[in-house]
């Protein structure tokens, strides 16, 4: 009997080591960024771009004082935002893009607070991301109501058990595609977040195009260009941004 459960033990230790690096390999192997985005990532005149620990992108002709927090969707390149990042930034924001630990923001989600801390010379901030990113950071918002001025959801929404609509004074941008996966999901979060949210929902999106990078399951089936749907987010986006906190 002790032999068998000696062995049943180091069995289970065994698939427990191997799930773990398993999974350790998976979310090292995130969805590749496309070429696009790593374009996005060279300064040019009106956007310094310092990609180190976490992705900086500065406007170059003016000193900017509310700054952007962009969470990755999980799983992805945190790279396939840097096109939304920089043209946010050379509409006169900092905007930050750190990348997650195994490409996940739920391990990371209060990273925040060491960006914020770092840039005492920004007034406001705004912080936001793209499906699981977003979803994190609402958490932050939850957790940490007086740090930030507004939330951006792309294609994302808050957990179940997060309620938004009773912070004071919080801004929301709630922006999606008709042919998300999750687009129910999304439109049945209303209930936790502020009465006056902005809500955006693009005819034709989709999951996917909210950054550069493939398609994953459930993402949906876009009948707009992605080209198209990152000019529908970046407009949405900056108007969100120019007034909030105002």
Same mark, same amino acid.
């Given at each position: 009997?002790?032999?068998?459960?000696?062995?049943?033990?180091?069995?289970? &230790? $065994?698939?427990?080591?191997?799930?773990?690096?398993?999974? #350790?390999?998976? +979310?090292?192997?995130?969805?590749? *960024? @496309?070429?696009?985005?790593?374009?996005?990532?060279?300064?040019?005149?009106?956007?310094?771009?310092?990609?180190?620990?976490?992705?900086?992108?500065?406007?170059?002709?003016?000193?900017?004082?509310?700054?952007?927090?962009?969470?990755?969707?999980?799983?992805?390149?945190?790279?396939?935002?840097?096109?939304?990042?920089?043209?946010?930034?050379?509409?006169?924001?900092?905007?930050?893009?750190?990348?997650?630990?195994?490409?996940?923001?739920?391990?990371?989600?209060?990273?925040?607070?060491? &960006? $914020?801390?770092?840039?005492?010379?920004?007034?406001?901030? #705004?912080?936001? +991301?793209?499906?699981?990113?977003? *979803? @994190?950071?609402?958490?932050?918002?939850?957790?940490?109501?007086?740090?930030?001025?507004?939330?951006?959801?792309?294609?994302?929404?808050?957990?179940?058990?997060?309620?938004?609509?009773?912070?004071?004074?919080?801004?929301?941008?709630?922006?999606?595609?008709?042919?998300?996966?999750?687009?129910?999901?999304?439109?049945?979060?209303?209930?936790?977040?502020?009465?006056?949210?902005?809500?955006?929902?693009?005819?034709?999106?989709?999951?996917?195009?909210?950054?550069?990078?493939?398609?994953?399951?459930?993402?949906?089936?876009?009948?707009?260009?992605?080209?198209?749907?990152?000019?529908?987010?970046?407009?949405?986006?900056?108007?969100?941004?120019?007034?909030?906190?105002?």
């Amino acid at each position: 009997m002790k032999t068998w459960l000696k062995r049943i033990s180091v069995g289970i &230790i $065994i698939i427990f080591v191997l799930a773990t690096i398993g999974f #350790i390999w998976w +979310g090292n192997t995130p969805l590749k *960024a @496309m070429p696009e985005a790593l374009t996005a990532l060279e300064s040019d005149n009106d956007v310094l771009v310092i990609a180190k620990k976490r992705m900086v992108f500065s406007p170059i002709n003016t000193s900017a004082k509310m700054g952007i927090i962009i969470y990755p969707g999980g799983h992805v390149d945190p790279r396939a935002y840097a096109p939304l990042a920089k043209e946010i930034a050379r509409n006169g924001y900092l905007v930050i893009l750190p990348p997650m630990p195994l490409n996940l923001a739920v391990f990371d989600m209060n990273v925040a607070n060491e &960006i $914020i801390e770092a840039k005492p010379e920004i007034e406001r901030w #705004i912080i936001g +991301g793209h499906s699981l990113g977003g *979803a @994190m950071a609402a958490e932050y918002v939850a957790a940490h109501p007086s740090k930030v001025n507004g939330l951006f959801l792309w294609a994302s929404y808050s957990a179940e058990s997060t309620d938004l609509s009773t912070i004071p004074i919080l801004e929301v941008l709630s922006i999606y595609g008709t042919e998300d996966g999750g687009v129910e999901e999304i439109r049945v979060s209303g209930d936790r977040l502020p009465k006056d949210t902005v809500w955006v929902e693009m005819e034709g999106a989709n999951h996917a195009q909210f950054g550069w990078y493939g398609i994953q399951p459930g993402d949906g089936i876009a009948t707009i260009s992605r080209e198209e749907e990152q000019v529908l987010i970046l407009k949405e986006t900056l108007a969100f941004i120019e007034t909030t906190g105002k």
